[in-house]
């Protein structure tokens, strides 16, 4: 059987960019997934809150042929190790596993794989990763550079994956029907992701990110235009601008670090994706993965 093993890591949306490249690699080549699930889903560097253990049920419905497996572990070893696969793979599926340190250390890359091989295992990388090299030399990192993007063959592939396989969790889902019928008091709306705890510690970033978010709404802004805003920190100072044009998630533990943290976070993933246009940031995994799940073509940064 030929199976594809995943070491999902790192924040929500990177873990996410990482399944679907698996999926798409299995819809080809009929791999069976297991996704090895690492604790702390989050933002890199900021306090934790709350359990730090948790498994892909926690945000999203059972994909079928993917077999998702709780770890327990410090992701702290970086040095790479070989292992062997039998002591790898757990064999108790759906029981949360520790980790050794040896088998910490065998985590890294790779981007590009063989989709011929029996046993694919793709380490601790929080980026797409393919079989074409020419594709995934365009995705070393997520977009940074300032302008409109339009999805290639390849993004457009992950893309009908996202939509027709991410199912959020009822409790998330609730809440992104209980906001969906807002967007009908506008015309259009437009979605900005303003990604706001992650530039903590650089004021004059973050300074200049508000600046560009509200030039940005300033030379959209007329009768009938609503601007939907996914952040991770209070949104007060742009409410206040544009009282009658913001539309928000307001719910105050999205901006925790933790595991209900990520849960409302996807809900506003969701709800840009419902937007006629992203305006994401640059570099922005959750940006992007947002893009992918929108009937939308347009990206801005």
């Known amino acids: 059987m030929k199976q594809i093993h995943l070491v999902l890591y790192s924040g929500l949306a990177n873990r996410l960019w990482v399944l679907l490249s698996a999926l798409n690699i299995r819809r080809t080549h009929g791999h069976t997934v297991y996704g090895f699930w690492t604790e702390k889903v989050g933002r890199a560097g900021l306090p934790y809150v709350g359990p730090v253990h948790s498994n892909w049920s926690d945000f999203f419905q059972p994909i079928e042929g993917v077999h998702m497996i709780p770890i327990q572990g410090s992701v702290a070893f970086a040095q790479a190790a070989d292992l062997d696969q039998e002591q790898y793979i757990p064999k108790e599926l759906h029981t949360p596993q520790k980790l050794s340190r040896e ?45 409109q993007y339009h999805k ?11 939509r027709q396989q991410l199912q959020p969790v009822a409790s998330v889902q609730h809440d992104i029907d209980a906001l969906q019928p807002r967007f009908g008091e506008f015309d259009t709306v437009f979605g900005v992701h303003l990604r706001g705890t992650d530039l903590v510690r650089d004021p004059a970033a973050r300074q200049a990110q508000r600046l560009a978010v509200t ?86 940064i």
């Open 152 to 162: 290639d063959a390849y993004l457009q592939d992950l893309a009908g994956l996202a």
């Open 215 to 300: 030039q940005a709404i300033q030379q959209t802004i007329k009768p009938g235009i609503g601007f939907y805003i996914a952040s991770d920190e209070p949104i007060d100072w742009l409410v206040e601008q544009f009282p009658d044009h913001i539309l928000f998630h307001d719910n105050p533990r999205k901006t925790e670090n933790s595991i209900e943290g990520s849960r409302q976070a996807i809900v506003d993933l969701f709800m840009l994706s419902k937007c006629r246009a992203i305006k994401g940031t640059a570099k922005s995994s959750f940006s992007m993965m947002a893009w992918l799940l929108s009937e939308e073509a347009e990206y801005i």
């Open 103 to 147: 088998a910490w250390q065998f985590i890294s890359g790779p981007k590009v794989v063989n989709p011929d091989k029996d046993t694919l295992i793709v380490k601790k990388l929080t980026t797409p990763f393919g079989t074409d090299p020419q594709v995934m030399a365009r995705y070393v990192r997520y977009l940074d550079q300032p302008g």
